[in-house]
Structures are given as structure tokens and as C-alpha cells.
């Protein structure tokens, strides 16, 4: 694609996208104001945006008096964004540069598999999803991981729940099959993206609690991820339970919380004391070896033990997240992951029991929920990062004079390590 926008032009662009895309100024108007533009340059510029198909027109804003002006929004049906989010049931989309999933497929490659399966399941999911897509276009990748993610070389750092993926490129392996800029991210904090940006009203931090096979956090802070100096924040699963017991986890230290709250904690201990406590689940451990669908089961069943083992797993979650409570004072705590799957049991002791754990004025005005995005927030959220790096200022500067991202990979992931 060829632009006609010259490198002048995108100083002032790269001013005035942002603004619209976060909503900040979303009238000609606004922008004048938001930027001391004049009105003749932000209407030349704006008129740009829209022939290049990055802005468009919204309808009219509403006013109480005098000539309403017209609204601007990001243009999100003019290119596609590609979204991975590995884990234990891996998925690829394809969406619109405003996050929303056009198509999806699950991957039938685990973790396991090691990174080359792996990606290379994911290369062909994105070229099944592209076919069934009628636009083509590809402005970005955004890939979501269970693991710490290196700030600067989007590597995978001793990811306790991603055996052989230590030091992985997954940015690299992929560049081979698309010439598109790509980001790879911790899945809980995509999660946390994707959760803030689509809530009614997105005006508080938000701190988004992941339980699942492996337990993690993310933290949006001033409408922005919270990754800490090097990309390790949030990583709750391995910080000492309260319980205090001293059972080997999968990172190599003993007495983490995932070894008492994480869902592959719950079925061991289930399996541990079933044979003496739980005639539901020794029924199945005589056949095979139990799942975390038989938790379902067995809280469904009313089985006591289960019942016990997944109150103590909630609880042990709460107490942790309170400190981070007390000292970060979010608005709002959302628990998603596959603890959410089990019947309303995990999350509801979760609820009760952390502001009883949390000082009176972080409490008032707290919010704690469920996920509310049918498990499709990695997805959702990986698709957002990307966009969110293609429209900030420096991204502009680099990529408007081209005409598109495409081709400009390189120095659009040197952004990202500066």
C-alpha cells in the first residue's frame, strides 16, 4: 500500500490518531483543543486519516446547543489482526483492528509439543482463519502465553508451566511465515486488557486474577499493563501460601500457592484422599486416573471433600490477592481462568472471603467479579496489545509514510525493546 502522507504529516498524525483511537478527543473540535492545532491543519490531517483508511466517520455528536460536530473513530474494518493465546487448550482468531473476533479455531498441539509444533500449529490455524476471512490484510500479531514474558525481547523467561519453552523467540519463529510486527505477551495480562477495555465503564485499575493449570495476575494501572522492570509482575502462583505446606512445584521451589489453589493441585490432592474420604471419586479412580471435569462432577455431587479441597484453594487464592489489594487498591478484581468452570464454587468463596482479608477503605469501593468473556479474553486481549502498539505515537511516526505496517516490522519491534 503507498501513502501519500509525508513524513511532516505523520508528526501531526501520530498527535492526533492516539487521541481518537483512546477516545480522549473524538471531534475535529476536540482535537483543536487537545492539541493547539489549528482548525485547518487537524481537518487536512484528519482527512488523510480517513483516506488511508485509518479513521472514519462516526455519525454526529450529541449536543445541547449550536451545530453539532462530527464523531471519528478508528476505521477497525480496514485491516485484521491475528491472535494466539497457548495454554492448555490453545486457540488463534482472526479480528478487526479494534479487538473483536471475527473467527476462531482451537489448536489441537499442547504445550507439551515443544515450541516448533507448536508455532507451527499456529501458523496454519492463522492461514485456515485468513481463508474464511474476506479481508486479508494483516496489520499485526498479537500471542498470549502462560508464562514471563522479557520486556525488551519478548522472550519466554522460565516459564514454570511451559516445560522446554525457557528462552523461546516465539516473535522469531513466526516472523519466517508473516512479515507483519508482532508482540508477545503474559496471558494475564492481556486478560486484564481485555477485561478493562471492554467493562462498561473502564475508569478504575483493574487487577485480574488467573486460576487455572498454572495461576498468574495482571494489573492495569492507569489505563496501562503493569509489567514491572523486566516483565515479571503479577506472578502470584509462586509466591508461599498461607497454608505453609512444603510441597514441590512445578518452578522448582517448594510451597508455592499453585501447589495448594492451581486446578493440577486440586486433582492431586483430590486423588491423595479420595480412597478414604470420597466414595463419588473412588469410583472413578478404580477406571482411571481422575480430571478436572470430575471436580465438576463431584460439586455437582455435593461430595464433601471436593467440596472442602476447592473452598481451601479459593481461600488460599483471596489471601494472596488481598496483599496485593491492600497495597495496589484496584477498583475492580476479576477472577477468570478455569477455576470459574467449576460451578460458581471457586469464585463464590473467592468473593466472600477476600474483603474479609483487605483494610475497610480498599473495600468500599471495590468491585470483584467473574471474567465476562467466555473465556476468550487471552484472545481478545493479545488482539488489543498489537493494537495498541500499531497506534501509539512513535508506531505512527514509523509506519504512516509507508502506508501501512506491513514491511515494517523491524523497526516497529525496535520500539518495543527501546
Same mark, same amino acid.
Given at each position: 500500500?503507498?501513502?501519500?502522507?509525508?513524513?511532516?504529516?505523520?508528526?501531526?498524525?501520530?498527535?492526533?490518531?492516539?487521541?481518537?483511537?483512546?477516545?480522549?478527543?473524538?471531534?475535529?473540535?476536540?482535537?483543536?483543543?487537545?492539541?493547539?492545532?489549528?482548525?485547518?491543519?487537524?481537518?487536512?490531517?484528519?482527512?488523510?486519516?480517513?483516506?488511508?483508511?485509518?479513521?472514519?466517520?462516526?455519525?454526529?455528536?450529541?449536543?445541547?446547543?449550536?451545530?453539532?460536530?462530527?464523531?471519528?473513530?478508528?476505521?477497525?474494518?480496514?485491516?485484521?489482526?491475528?491472535?494466539?493465546?497457548?495454554?492448555?487448550?490453545?486457540?488463534?482468531?482472526?479480528?478487526?483492528?479494534?479487538?473483536?473476533?471475527?473467527?476462531?479455531?482451537? %489448536?489441537?498441539?499442547?504445550?507439551?509439543?515443544?515450541?516448533?509444533?507448536?508455532?507451527?500449529?499456529?501458523?496454519?490455524?492463522?492461514?485456515?482463519?485468513?481463508?474464511?476471512?474476506?479481508?486479508?490484510?494483516?496489520?499485526?500479531?498479537?500471542?498470549?502465553?502462560?508464562?514471563?514474558? &522479557?520486556?525488551?525481547?519478548?522472550?519466554?523467561?522460565?516459564?514454570?508451566?511451559?516445560?522446554?519453552?525457557?528462552?523461546?523467540?516465539?516473535?522469531?519463529?513466526?516472523?519466517?511465515?508473516?512479515?507483519?510486527?508482532?508482540?508477545?505477551?503474559? &496471558?494475564?495480562?492481556?486478560?486484564?486488557?481485555?477485561?478493562?477495555?471492554?467493562?462498561?465503564?473502564?475508569?478504575?485499575?483493574?487487577?485480574?486474577?488467573?486460576?487455572?493449570?498454572?495461576?498468574?495476575?495482571?494489573?492495569?494501572?492507569?489505563?496501562?499493563?503493569?509489567?514491572?522492570?523486566?516483565?515479571?509482575?503479577?506472578?502470584?502462583?509462586?509466591?508461599?501460601?498461607?497454608?505453609?505446606?512444603?510441597?514441590?512445584?512445578?518452578?522448582?521451589?517448594?510451597?508455592?500457592?499453585?501447589?495448594?489453589?492451581?486446578?493440577?493441585?486440586?486433582?492431586?490432592?483430590?486423588?491423595?484422599?479420595?480412597?478414604?474420604?470420597?466414595?463419588? %471419586?473412588?469410583?472413578?479412580?478404580?477406571?482411571?486416573?481422575?480430571?478436572?471435569?470430575?471436580?465438576?462432577?463431584?460439586?455437582?455431587?455435593?461430595?464433601?471433600?471436593?467440596?472442602?479441597?476447592?473452598?481451601?484453594?479459593?481461600?488460599?487464592?483471596?489471601?494472596?490477592?488481598?496483599?496485593?489489594?491492600?497495597?495496589?487498591?484496584?477498583?475492580?478484581?476479576?477472577?477468570?481462568?478455569?477455576?470459574?468452570?467449576?460451578?460458581?464454587?471457586?469464585?463464590?468463596?473467592?468473593?466472600?472471603?477476600?474483603?474479609?482479608?483487605?483494610?475497610?477503605?480498599?473495600?468500599?469501593?471495590?468491585?470483584?467479579?467473574?471474567?465476562?468473556?467466555?473465556?476468550?479474553?487471552?484472545?481478545?486481549?493479545?488482539?488489543?496489545?498489537?493494537?495498541?502498539?500499531?497506534?501509539?505515537?512513535?508506531?505512527?511516526?514509523?509506519?504512516?509514510?509507508?502506508?501501512?505496517?506491513?514491511?515494517?516490522?523491524?523497526?516497529?519491534?525496535? %520500539?518495543?525493546?527501546?
Amino acid at each position: 500500500m503507498t501513502s501519500d502522507i509525508t513524513p511532516q504529516d505523520a508528526v501531526v498524525l501520530s498527535r492526533l490518531i492516539p487521541l481518537v483511537v483512546g477516545g480522549t478527543a473524538t471531534t475535529r473540535p476536540a482535537l483543536e483543543v487537545a492539541t493547539g492545532l489549528g482548525r485547518r491543519v487537524v481537518s487536512d490531517r484528519i482527512r488523510q486519516a480517513m483516506d488511508a483508511g485509518i479513521l472514519e466517520d462516526a455519525g454526529i455528536a450529541a449536543v445541547e446547543r449550536g451545530r453539532a460536530p462530527r464523531l471519528l473513530r478508528l476505521a477497525e474494518g480496514t485491516a485484521v489482526i491475528l491472535a494466539a493465546h497457548l495454554g492448555r487448550e490453545s486457540a488463534v482468531a482472526v479480528c478487526d483492528l479494534g479487538g473483536r473476533i471475527l473467527r476462531t479455531e482451537s %489448536l489441537a498441539a499442547t504445550l507439551e509439543d515443544g515450541p516448533q509444533a507448536v508455532i507451527a500449529e499456529v501458523v496454519d490455524g492463522f492461514e485456515r482463519v485468513l481463508r474464511k476471512t474476506a479481508n486479508r490484510t494483516v496489520w499485526g500479531i498479537g500471542i498470549a502465553v502462560p508464562g514471563p514474558v &522479557d520486556v525488551a525481547s519478548h522472550r519466554l523467561v522460565q516459564p514454570a508451566s511451559m516445560p522446554g519453552w525457557d528462552d523461546v523467540d516465539v516473535r522469531n519463529l513466526l516472523r519466517a511465515s508473516f512479515d507483519a510486527p508482532i508482540w508477545v505477551e503474559n &496471558d494475564a495480562n492481556v486478560m486484564a486488557l481485555a477485561e478493562y477495555r471492554t467493562a462498561p465503564a473502564p475508569d478504575r485499575d483493574l487487577l485480574y486474577v488467573k486460576v487455572g493449570t498454572s495461576i498468574g495476575s495482571g494489573m492495569i494501572s492507569g489505563g496501562r499493563i503493569h509489567r514491572g522492570a523486566g516483565g515479571a509482575a503479577g506472578e502470584i502462583g509462586h509466591v508461599r501460601a498461607r497454608s505453609g505446606e512444603e510441597r514441590l512445584c512445578r518452578c522448582g521451589l517448594v510451597g508455592c500457592l499453585e501447589t495448594v489453589a492451581a486446578g493440577w493441585a486440586i486433582v492431586e490432592r483430590l486423588t491423595e484422599r479420595a480412597p478414604a474420604e470420597s466414595t463419588f %471419586l473412588s469410583d472413578i479412580l478404580r477406571t482411571r486416573p481422575l480430571q478436572i471435569d470430575d471436580v465438576i462432577g463431584a460439586i455437582d455431587a455435593d461430595d464433601a471433600l471436593t467440596l472442602s479441597v476447592v473452598d481451601r484453594a479459593a481461600t488460599e487464592v483471596a489471601e494472596a490477592v488481598a496483599d496485593i489489594v491492600n497495597f495496589a487498591n484496584p477498583g475492580t478484581v476479576v477472577l477468570g481462568g478455569g477455576a470459574t468452570r467449576l460451578r460458581g464454587r471457586y469464585f463464590s468463596t473467592f468473593e466472600s472471603s477476600l474483603p474479609t482479608r483487605i483494610v475497610p477503605l480498599a473495600a468500599r469501593s471495590m468491585t470483584v467479579r467473574a471474567a465476562s468473556l467466555d473465556f476468550r479474553e487471552g484472545l481478545i486481549g493479545a488482539a488489543l496489545l498489537a493494537s495498541d502498539h500499531l497506534f501509539a505515537r512513535d508506531a505512527l511516526l514509523t509506519w504512516l509514510p509507508h502506508g501501512s505496517p506491513s514491511g515494517q516490522a523491524t523497526r516497529l519491534h525496535r %520500539l518495543t525493546a527501546a
